[in-house]
């Protein structure tokens, strides 16, 4: 096999590859410039939630109803 003749034939497959790469980008860069400035644009994240003190006030009284009976069923069980 000729060695020459192989790297002729590599370099015609990747010519070709690069070329359908090349006609990709085109359109890709074609899309971008239709859609204009829409594209520079970040992504925004959503806003934190907050939660009020009065719904804190209520998690808070309900995890501690919560621990006062496990407390309640632990010395139930050790006493």
């Keep these: 096999m000729n060695i020459r003749a192989a790297i002729r034939r590599e370099e015609l497959k990747i010519e070709k590859q690069l070329g359908r790469l090349q006609h990709q980008l085109d359109g890709l860069r074609a899309a971008a ?6 594209t520079g644009k970040e992504v925004t994240r959503a806003k934190k939630r907050v939660l009020s003190p009065a719904g804190r006030a209520r998690i808070a009284k309900a995890a501690r109803k919560r621990w006062a009976k496990i407390k309640a069923q632990a010395r139930k069980a050790a006493g």
């Design 33 to 38: 410039k239709a859609l204009g400035n829409s």
